[in-house]
Nanobody
Framework: QVQLVESGGGLVQAGGSLRLSCAAS????????MGWFRQAPGKEREFVATITGSGGMTYYADSVKGRFTISRDNAKNTVYLQMDSLKPDDTAVYYCAQDGGTGKSIRLSQGYRYWGQGTQVTVSS
């Protein structure tokens, strides 16, 4: 039984920073890639960032590259998203997800089997 629980969201002014965390349980954490996605009101879920199981490779959406950093601490079964230089259009519910052997790219939502409940990030002008 896999559980993913996001935390760290909130309200921040443009230019500010937030650090999101996602704590995982239920299966060997280091065996799986982890991803962050976001969904703004009225919009489809979009890819934000992903990290391989060992932490050796990371990938970012062009919209966040240079501003967001994904990392993981496998000893703590936790993945992080450091969000700097936040913009109002970063406002969304942010979800973490765990890879599930679907054969799909880890830069696609279809590449993940398990999802957290989401945490709200709101960036004011």
């Amino acid at each position: 039984q896999v559980q993913l629980v996001e935390s760290g969201g909130g309200l921040v002014q443009a230019g500010g920073s937030l650090r999101l965390s996602c704590a995982a349980s239920g299966r060997p954490f280091s065996s799986y890639a982890m991803g962050w996605f976001r969904q703004a009101p009225g919009k489809e879920r979009e890819f934000v960032a992903t990290i391989t199981g060992s932490g050796g490779m990371t990938y970012y959406a062009d919209s966040v590259k240079g501003r967001f950093t994904i990392s993981r601490d496998n000893a703590k079964n936790t993945v992080y998203l450091q969000m700097d230089s936040l913009k109002p259009d970063d406002t969304a519910v942010y979800y973490c997800a765990q890879d599930g052997g679907t054969g799909k790219s880890i830069r696609l939502s279809q590449g993940y089997r398990y999802w957290g409940q989401g945490t709200q990030v709101t960036v004011s002008s």
